[in-house]
């Protein structure tokens, strides 16, 4: 293999730059498996040194592992941050072209014709340096449709015409017959078997006006955990009744791996338009609610047979690919198609 390295191009947040830095970890295992040397990976640092910290909790830092502060600046001028995302989307709009270009002068420039490969997750702009594959949890292309968006559809349409490949993962939005679909592309929850007090978990990222949550949890005498203080691999704990996050498709599919009920905040007009998308998922599905300032006690009636739905479509997946991993998953069909190239 002459070039020799895994460039990722990833969509703003947190989930997926770990995400798609662990498909590409697994992806260097699959080319080990067929006898390839595994690839040095470029990960463009976006969040600092915020996000080098969450890497290395996860694990997901090594001498594999290169970060890369400028090329994250270039995304991160199209990237949503806290602000209104009608705002966000006339900039991505406006600026998706010549960001691209940047990207991709930048990505020639530092690292000429050494870039192999390009992995993905819903990303936003175009590097148009190498075989692109694309792992997400559908198209976006769509969602813009649905929302009668035809500059912002016609640009996500042109991202994905690029890739070579895009796996869906399942269960998701949008996606299209003939999909190459695979499990949740997620982090695999495992067993917690620690001693704690029963409680709720609250993922607080992005999610404002919770106190009356917090208020009616103290008055049932329920502990609270949150991502804050503790990992959420805890969520799996038999004590953990529900997790509370805003409806990303990390969050839904962890608990739903995790059989843990999960419980949204109502859509708000001023977030990606995805968050709506999902929340109506999560109730169709029945594997958790969307939050209407019910008490705890309500809550946990109404989610009463939502673990039961998780276990339902986690065996559906286990019996359909054999595996709950989407990430693994798909990994072995990039590298397989990857390799018949070489």
């Known amino acids: 293999m002459s070039r020799k390295l895994i460039v990722t191009n990833f969509a703003y947040g947190t989930g997926p730059y770990l995400r798609t830095t662990e498909l590409a970890i697994a992806f260097n295992d ?51 941050g806290n602000g209104n995302y009608v705002e966000y989307l006339k900039k991505w709009v406006a600026g998706f072209k010549e960001i691209s270009r940047e990207a991709q002068e930048y990505l020639l420039k530092k690292y000429g014709s050494e870039i192999a490969v390009e992995l993905n997750r819903s990303p936003r702009i175009l590097y148009g340096i190498a075989p692109a594959y694309s792992a997400s949890f559908g198209y976006f292309s769509r969602m813009f449709k649905e929302l009668g968006d035809r500059k912002a559809s016609g640009i996500a349409e042109c991202i994905e015409k690029e890739q070579r490949m895009i796996v869906v993962g ?44 917090y208020k009616s949890a103290a008055n049932f005498g329920i502990k609270i955990y949150s991502n804050s203080d503790y990992s959420p691999a ?41 968050i709506y998308f999902n929340n109506k998922i999560i109730e169709k599905l029945g594997i958790g609610i969307v939050y209407h300032e019910e008490s705890l006690e309500e809550l946990l009636i109404k989610l009463d047979k939502s673990a039961d739905v998780c276990r339902t479509i986690n065996k559906e997946i286990l019996d359909r690919w054999g595996t709950l991993d989407g990430t693994q998953y798909a990994a072995k069909i990039f590298a397989k198609d990857f390799l018949k190239k070489l």
């Open 234 to 274: 805890l969520i799996t704990n038999k004590n953990i009744l529900l997790h509370f996050a805003r409806a990303g498709w990390a969050s839904i599919w962890f608990s739903m791996l995790a059989e843990k009920p999960l419980v949204v905040p109502e859509y708000d007009p001023a977030d990606d338009p995805e």
């Open 30 to 80: 699959e080319l080990e498996k067929a006898g390839y040397p595994r690839i040095d990976i470029i990960v463009p640092l976006v969040y600092g040194e915020n996000q080098r910290k969450i890497m290395t909790e996860e694990g997901l830092l090594s001498d594999e592992v290169i970060l890369d502060a400028e090329l994250g600046g270039i995304l991160e001028k199209v990237f949503y």
């Open 170 to 213: 399942y269960p998701g939005l949008f996606s299209k017959e003939g999909d190459y679909k695979v499990p949740p592309i997620s982090l695999i929850p495992q067993p917690n078997n620690e001693k704690i007090d029963k409680g709720i978990f609250i993922t607080k990222s992005g999610i404002p006006n919770l106190e009356r949550l």
